[in-house]
């Protein structure tokens, strides 16, 4: 089969805009045709993907769910051609291991030829993996895939002589490890591989981008629907690195002009930590959590949802959440990862208080692999906060009713940091107003404490928290091992 140049369309609108309800009236376009059009939707969660199914039972479409996560066979033999039905649903994780699969697998690749690929809300732009092996002394045998690579601009190539052996040797047990395949998947992808090695451990780190956008290439049609979606990391990947095309959808999938808009209410965004802290931690929140969730309170008062980290080793903050702004201040916990909850519309509330930001030794990593591999860092890690924190965010604060047509009842947003409102007033709300409440750093001594510990969740060993931090090792050892706040 000849290959065509991919080109990745996308749909950019708000959270309400309409995006799903218009690919469905597409579809429905397609019922009376003889020969009707081939779709594979893909959404984030198989709550969703029912969801898109019973919509579509209403409107007498066939359509199937592939209902077990990471069910790629039953996705390879829903899409033969002898099975009847032209609308198939599945998940963004499903369908990212098809696709890492039908890299090396010309049948798999085949039988997207005739589907338009959809892609509801935007999946993650890398695809890869960090790979720590612990006491590896014997190289040779674990590791004979060393002796296939080769060395340009710092990272590991694999040599193209090489290929069949490394593919055989991924399928072996040596390499069982999730995320050892992640690793290797890159460089039989032609992706570089950094290692490095301390004793007798040794660290594999390699990413590329997501398998998915393969299918811009192998599908007849590929579209992913998203807020932000054209400034995504996604989309930075497929343009900058899988050297896509990228375009404006057509018309026939994109919601009504007057709802890609949020209603013009009255919004005001509340800062939490104090304008000096522009990129909200763990251990600054963990700070908010022990001392100054009553403020908090005073700001929303009793009808709220709210949405937390899950407990960490420096806090617990879900528990704590649960039970102060939870239990004793009447809020109602939702997962950050809200797709689809829409059912809290007659709320005017929302308080977000979580953060999703990489640690110093992971931004070391990543810093030294776009180095080596020609990314800008800085864009990269912009990218990622992106997706991590600020649209998670506004995700988030869209289950509200900031998407209720019928009500104009003023709204209070709360957010970690400056930064967050700051991206929330430029690309969703730009009429709003921002407060802070202006939550300063804890004590030094308090802080150094909840910054060893934020180290020490991260992963960091006390060497490293102690050259991270710039403090002593007495000073790292004297926290290391103390309680989390409760």
């Known amino acids: 089969m000849t290959e065509k140049k ?6 950019n609108a708000i959270c309400g805009s309409g995006k799903s309800h218009r690919l469905k009236e597409y579809i429905l376009s397609f ?11 893909v959404v984030p969660t198989h709550a969703l993907a029912e969801q898109f199914k019973q919509d579509l039972n209403l409107l007498r ?10 069910a790629t066979l039953n996705l390879k033999s829903t899409l033969a051609d002898n099975f009847q039905t032209n609308v198939v649903i599945t998940t963004h994780e499903c369908f990212t291991n098809y696709c890492h699969l039908a890299t090396f697998n010309p049948e798999m690749r085949s039988l997207l030829a005739e589907h338009n690929v959809v892609v509801d809300e935007i999946p993650d732009g890398w695809f890869g993996a960090e790979a720590t092996i612990r006491h590896a002394d014997r190289t040779a045998e674990n590791f004979p895939f060393l002796e296939w690579l080769e060395e340009r601009n710092g990272l590991l190539y694999l040599r193209e002589e090489h290929y069949d052996n490394l593919y055989k040797y991924y399928h072996e047990k040596h390499a069982n490890s999730d995320n050892l395949k992640k690793v290797l998947y890159v460089a039989l992808d032609g992706g570089g591989v950094m290692h490095t090695e301390c004793d007798s451990s ?3 780190f390699a990413y590329t981008y997501n398998p998915i956008l393969k299918a811009a290439t192998w599908a007849k049609g ?26 404006e959808a057509g018309e026939h999938l994109q919601p009504d002009p007057d709802r890609c808009k949020h209603k013009n209410v009255s919004i005001k965004i509340v800062v939490v930590l104090s304008e000096e802290i522009r990129r909200a931690g763990q251990s600054e929140l963990a700070h908010v959590f022990s001392n100054h969730l009553n403020e908090i309170k005073r700001v929303v008062g009793k009808d709220f949802i709210f949405a937390t980290n899950n407990d960490k080793p420096i806090c617990d903050f879900q528990t704590i959440g649960r039970t102060e702004l939870g239990d004793r201040m009447g809020g109602e916990a939702v997962s950050m990862s809200s797709y689809g909850m829409n059912s809290y519309q007659g709320i005017h509330c929302a ?16 810093a030294d692999y776009c180095e080596r591999i020609g990314w800008d860092f800085e864009t990269v890690m912009e990218k990622k906060r992106q997706a991590m924190y600020f649209e998670r965010c506004y995700q988030f604060l869209s289950r509200t ?22 991206y929330l007033k430029t690309h969703y709300f730009p009429g709003s107003t921002i407060e802070c409440l202006g939550i300063k750093k804890a004590g030094k001594q308090h802080e150094t404490r909840l910054k060893v510990l934020e180290h020490k969740a991260q992963g960091l060993t006390p060497k490293e928290t102690v050259e991270a931090m710039g403090v002593s090792l007495r000073t790292v050892r004297s926290y290391w091992n103390q309680e989390v706040c409760v």
């Open 202 to 204: 040794y660290s594999f």
């Open 351 to 366: 308080v977000f208080l979580g953060c999703a930001n990489l640690g110093d030794k992971d931004r070391k990593r990543w």
């Open 222 to 247: 590929f579209t992913v629907l998203g807020a932000g979606v054209n400034r995504s990391g996604f989309v930075w990947m497929a343009e900058s690195v899988a050297q896509m095309a990228v375009q």
């Open 401 to 422: 009713s900031i998407r209720n047509t019928d009500t104009d009842h003023p709204l209070v947003f709360v957010v970690p940091d400056m930064a967050a409102a700051e």
């Open 6 to 11: 991919p080109v990745v369309n996308f749909v």
């Open 61 to 70: 479409i066939p359509n199937h769910h592939i209902f077990v996560e990471g």
């Open 31 to 41: 019922k009376r045709e003889a020969i009707p059009e081939k779709f594979l939707i």
